[in-house]
Nanobody, 126 residues
Framework: QVQVVESGGGLVQAGNSLRLSCAVS?????MAWFRQAPGKEREFVAAIAWSGDNTYYGDSVKGRFTISRDNAKNTVYLQMTSLKPEDTAVYYC??????????????????????WGQGTQVTVSA
């Protein structure tokens, strides 16, 4: 397993932006962001291959969120723009074995990920 630590959550107004960061102890893992709102199932947000050259997004965030990584810093980012109240959730960063194929639909399934962070709260006010 790898160590995963998220940061950057907070309270923002609708329409504003926020960037989440995820520090990972190994750079060769593909990474993803999921989110979970109260009373709802965990939802896939975005995933990025270890090389950074391939990404996938959930339908609800496509065009608004961007996932990226800086392997020199062992850090993955989630840039969130045009935030909406329905984006309010705990956001989790997750790591997946580099041996696993980086392809849909597997990259969007939470059980495919081996290591998880503790989560960071994002609250978007109307």
């Amino acid at each position: 397993q790898v160590q995963v630590v998220e940061s950057g959550g907070g309270l923002v107004q609708a329409g504003n932006s926020l960037r989440l960061s995820c520090a990972v102890s190994r750079r060769t893992y593909s990474m993803a962001w999921f989110r979970q709102a109260p009373g709802k199932e965990r939802e896939f947000v975005a995933a990025i291959a270890w090389s950074g050259d391939n990404t996938y997004y959930g339908d609800s965030v496509k065009g608004r969120f961007t996932i990226s990584r800086d392997n020199a810093k062992n850090t993955v980012y989630l840039q969130m723009t045009s935030l909406k109240p329905e984006d309010t959730a705990v956001y989790y960063c997750a790591a997946r074995s580099p041996q696993a194929p980086f392809e849909r639909p597997r990259v969007g399934v939470a059980s495919e990920y081996d290591s998880w962070g503790q989560g960071t709260q994002v609250t978007v006010s109307a």
